[in-house]
């Protein structure tokens, strides 16, 4: 799987709108970029994935880069129950085999 | 209605025992995966089924036996339990496909080795 880079930590306050980077810059054409957030004491939850094309869901938007080697996961107004930590995630084409690579993710903290 | 059900939530053995995690997903879904996070908070797969059959083993020692006796069901069975075997231990399930589908976590079992 392509590796990705998050910054370690963000911080934000309360009702503002967060952008969560993500560097992906050895992506194959046909990797899903997807993000997961994992709050304290729970397991992971999925937020979002995008081949292309920006998405919105009613958590968040992805916001991709025209060459695919970037994308942004927006928040558009954190709340307190937003802070997390979040994982950016390649995902090939690889059928049955599809497991998640984790890697350190971004610590979000929302402050009043 | 729980997506990923994982029983139990707490285990607490000794060394040397022999313990087993339940899994259950109400999804539907035909593929089920177990991960491990460690006390690094770094998340990891270890195993994953697709119709009862495994498909990942990602190096895991042979004390770890997976089994899933049907598509709903995942089991993970530990023999000989070690301290470095203490963990978390998260089930997933998910819809087989070409990179872009989810896949849904139970809250996880919180293993400690005394």
């Known amino acids: 799987d392509a590796k990705t880079t998050q910054p370690n930590s963000m911080e934000s306050n309360e009702e503002e709108p967060v952008h969560l980077p993500c560097n992906h810059s050895t992506i194959s054409g046909t990797d899903y970029i997807h993000w997961y957030r994992q709050l304290p004491s729970q397991g992971p939850e999925y937020v979002i994935h995008?081949?292309?094309s920006n998405v919105n869901n009613r958590m968040a938007s992805l916001a991709i880069a025209e060459d695919r080697k970037s994308s942004t996961l927006i928040l558009h107004r954190a709340t307190l129950r937003d802070a997390a930590v979040y994982y950016c995630i390649l995902r090939g084409p690889t059928g049955t085999a599809s497991k998640l690579t984790f890697g350190t993710g971004t610590r979000l903290q929302v402050t009043l | 209605d729980t997506a990923v059900s994982q029983t139990p939530k707490y285990l607490v053995t000794q060394m040397g025992n022999d313990k087993s995690i339940k899994c259950e997903q109400n999804?539907?879904?035909?593929?089920m995966y177990w991960y491990k996070q460690d006390s690094k908070k770094f998340l990891k797969i270890m195993f994953s089924?697709?119709?009862?059959?495994?498909?990942i083993n990602e190096t895991v020692p042979n004390r770890f036996s997976p089994k899933s006796p049907d598509k709903a069901h995942l089991n993970l069975h530990i023999n000989s339990l070690e301290l470095g075997d203490s963990a978390v231990y998260f089930c997933a399930s998910s819809q087989a496909g070409q990179g872009n589908q989810p896949q849904h976590f139970g809250d996880g079992t919180r293993l400690s080795i005394l």
């Open positions: 995008g081949l292309t």
């Open positions: 089924y697709n119709n009862k059959e495994l498909i």
């Open positions: 999804l539907g879904h035909d593929t």
